[in-house]
């Protein structure tokens, strides 16, 4: 048994995470949509608008914050014109990227945004560069946002909507680099800009523009999107560019061709897992030094809008569809996500988890034959940390011996922590990566009198457990035993392979 204490100042507050790190993403891609969060209007799922009305519960239990759509690849092949007037009329395309399959694009920018309504979240568009026009995308703005008489004002209200919606977040194409136009860093940093002139705020709507970023590790990229935020002397202000940049990250134990089963694995490849997890700590520190040197103030958001685990696809489904299991190894690699995120809350303003539903790191799965819903181990991480949406970061000092793992030369924490606070209550997110062996921790609370604690736990016997349909769900919270409190001290046990969450109740500040 390794004990570590863990040194939280519950008065020193630092910068705000962002409820909008607690993203997510769905693209026209398998069963993320079509099967997904829609059903159509004449299914036996109960559905408002065809809209699956228990996926929206379950994603407003986790007080989703955004969610990003139509891609993914999916995006620079989408015309939102297609998407629009009575379903029966719309036009069919081709998927080209996922399973090659025909779209009837009867899930479009009406559904879209009636989804975002029902989940209270706000909408992200990511707009067509790589096949698409500048018009095309500034008309696509002007049909969402603009109130009066226009063009795309009267179209949208021949399509049964008259007042506009409210569309924040705005993305400018999607990995530029490969499926989104195979385009150097430097000639898409040029059409960032020449498409962000031209996405207008329409009245009280206020675009927050983002500029689509580096794969893993290419910091060259992200250079070349700051230097053209700068404008190079140009007269316009560029705070009418754009405001953000993003890059994209996947955890994938294997390689590309064979990147691993997402159930069947040995004790090397969880740690691997984990180990390839972690390295978002460098990447988010490196696209952040890049930006440090133009922008040190962090006016420029940095936003991860692609992330999660990314194994082999279940055996039997399309290889085109990206469904995949997802067990505690899944949960731990989005703590382990958290924990970092709430440290480099001052940077990163946004992330979204790849995907929503039935695809890739998943919420939520749907049985094709039964209809019925699972809530995945990911699910539970989120919901168990929402606490930390928009609460002041603490930062959490680990001390002790053996607070690493040794996987093949590389050191992986052995606990990953973080907390926050917000009015008298403050949240902590402890994960025990080790496969297995317990871990207790004292948390030692300091700065404000603790008059209360709870806590919940993540903690199935085996690392590869996971939900399915009509069974008792293997991976699910349960409470977490917790000491008395002597001095500001409190000690809990993690089990093997778990993640926990204690919510401190504080005296009134």
């Known amino acids: 048994m390794t004990s570590l204490r863990a040194v939280i100042d519950l008065d020193v507050e630092g910068p705000q995470i962002s409820k909008h790190l607690y993203g997510h993403f769905a693209e026209h891609l398998g069963r993320c949509i079509y099967g997904g969060f829609y059903v159509g209007d004449d299914s036996e799922i109960p559905n408002e608008g065809g809209i699956r009305l228990d996926v929206v519960e379950a994603l407003r239990a986790l007080n989703i914050p955004n969610l990003r759509w139509p891609g993914g690849c999916f995006a620079d092949e989408y015309h939102w014109m297609d998407g629009i007037g009575p379903r029966e009329e719309r036009p069919r395309m081709v998927n080209t990227h996922w399973g090659d399959i025909e779209e009837n694009n009867h899930f479009g920018t009406h559904e879209f945004m009636a ?33 009066g008489d226009s063009p795309m004002a009267r179209l949208r209200r021949a399509n049964g909507r008259d007042k506009p919606w409210n569309v924040p977040f705005w993305g400018i194409g999607n990995e530029p680099w490969g499926c989104g136009g195979s385009m150097s860093a430097e ?17 009280d709507n206020k675009l927050y523009k983002i500029a689509a970023g580096a794969s893993e590790d290419d910091y060259h990229w992200t250079e070349q999107l700051m230097k053209a935020l700068s ?7 560029p705070k009418n560019i754009f405001q953000a940049i993003t890059f994209h990250y996947y955890t994938v134990p294997g390689e590309w061709k064979d990147k691993g089963s997402a159930t069947d694995f040995d004790a090397d490849e969880y740690y691997t897992t984990l180990v390839k997890a972690q390295r978002i700590d460098e990447l ?136 926050s606070i917000s009015g008298d209550t403050a949240l902590v997110s402890l994960s025990n ?34 939900n399915v349909p009509g069974g008792t769900e293997a991976v699910t919270p349960r409470d977490l ?29």
């Open 115 to 147: 989804l975002c309504e029902m989940l209270g979240a706000d909408p992200y568009v990511n707009g067509n560069v790589g096949s698409g026009t500048v018009k095309e995308m500034s008309d696509w703005v002007e049909y969402l946002t603009r109130d």
């Open 187 to 203: 000639h898409y940093a040029e059409e960032a800009r020449r498409y962000a002139t031209y996405c207008r705020n329409h009245g």
């Open 231 to 237: 404008c190079l002397g140009c007269q316009h202000d």
């Open 284 to 419: 988010i520190s490196g696209h952040s030094a890049v930006m440090d040197c133009y922008d040190p103030q962090k006016k420029v958001g940095l936003i991860l809008d692609e992330w999660g685990t990314w194994f082999n696809v279940e055996p039997g489904t399309n290889p085109g569809f990206l469904y995949q299991q997802n067990t505690m190894r899944d949960a731990l690699v989005a703590s382990l996500h958290f924990d970092v995120f709430h440290e480099h809350a001052e940077r990163l303003v946004m992330a979204n988890i790849a995907q929503t539903v039935n695809v890739l790191q998943a919420m939520l799965l749907t049985d094709e034959a039964t209809g019925e819903l699972v809530l995945t181990p990911t699910y539970h991480v989120f919901e168990m940390n929402k606490g930390h949406q928009d609460a002041a970061s603490l930062a959490v000092h680990l001390l002790g011996e053996d607070r690493a793992i040794d996987v093949d030369g590389a050191e992986l924490r052995r606990v990953s922590s973080s907390a």
């Open 433 to 466: 990566l080790h496969l297995t062996e317990a871990t207790d921790i004292t948390l030692d609370l300091r700065g404000r009198e603790v008059t209360a604690l709870t806590g919940r736990v993540l903690a199935p016997d085996d690392a590869a457990a996971h």
């Open 481 to 509: 035993e917790i000491g008395p409190v002597v001095g500001g001290k409190v000690t809990v046990s993690l089990p093997p392979h778990s993640f926990a969450t204690v919510s401190v109740q504080l005296t009134a500040g």
